[in-house]
T-cell receptor, first 113, second 110 residues
Framework: NAGVTQTPKFQVLKTGQSMTLQCAQD?????MSWYRQDPGMGLRLIHY???????DQGEVPNGYNVSRSTTEDFPLRLLSAAPSQTSVYFC????????????FGEGSRLTVL | QQQVKQSPQSLIVQKGGIPIINCAYE??????FPWYQQFPGKGPALLIA?????SEKKEGRFTISFNKSAKQFSLHIMDSQPGDSATYFC?????????FGAGTRLTVKP
């Protein structure tokens, strides 16, 4: 099992550009989420999904869109990147029915100039 | 405002010492309290977790102490080793919402 796979690992954007961070999991978890990690702020929840076709906002959703067409994939879209979106982004899936554990990907470091 | 407050921000101990990291939460709906360990360049990984029906959980050298009435919980690392040097995050969760503390950077000196 690969677990949670994120691509790309690194990306540099100019202000106003758009991009999609990809996330895939092979553990058949219904719940998936996106966090951003900034120094001194911990991990903040952006959006989450409890199953295909269902998404909801987290703590810091502004400037980000998500969709969930399959159980495996949960892409995060930045429609018009801003320097404030410079961060490390983590995708995670959650094993609700056993331990409740959140499994994280290795992260995507995004820089917006 | 941050729903989970974590302290200290950083901690340096000698090998064999017992670092203690503390967290406090606001929302009484939280019912799952994990600790995550993160090494540089990697995603966080679950270390140990507790539910509010117990006051302590021990796994190897790691112990969570939980005080439901005070809405506080802490991580103790017994016989700490240089390999434990990492950033530690506490978290508190309902079914759909896991909120994290700001993190503690632990350094264990040889």
């Amino acid at each position: 099992n690969a677990g949670v796979t994120q691509t790309p690992k690194f990306q540099v954007l100019k202000t106003g550009q758009s991009m999609t961070l990809q996330c895939a999991q092979d553990m058949n978890h219904e719940y998936m989420s996106w966090y951003r990690q900034d120094p001194g702020m911990g991990l903040r929840l952006i959006h989450y999904s409890v199953g295909a076709g269902i998404t909801d906002q987290g703590e810091v959703p502004n400037g980000y869109n998500v969709s969930r067409s399959t159980t495996e994939d949960f892409p995060l879209r930045l429609l018009s990147a801003a320097p404030s979106q410079t961060s490390v982004y983590f995708c995670a899936s959650r094993d609700f029915w056993n331990t409740g554990e959140l499994f994280f990907g290795e992260g995507s470091r995004l820089t917006v100039l | 405002q941050q729903q989970v407050k974590q302290s200290p921000q950083s901690l340096i101990v000698q090998k064999g010492g017992i670092p203690i990291i503390n967290c406090a939460y606001e929302n009484t709906a939280f019912d799952y309290f994990p600790w995550y360990q993160q090494f540089p360049g990697k995603g966080p990984a679950l270390l140990i977790a507790i539910r509010p029906d117990v006051s302590e959980k021990k796994e190897g050298r790691f112990t969570i102490s939980f005080n439901k009435s005070a809405k506080q919980f802490s991580l103790h690392i017994m016989d700490s080793q240089p390999g434990d040097s990492a950033t530690y995050f506490c978290a508190a969760s309902t079914d759909n919402d896991m909120r994290f503390g700001a993190g503690t950077r632990l350094t264990v000196k040889p």
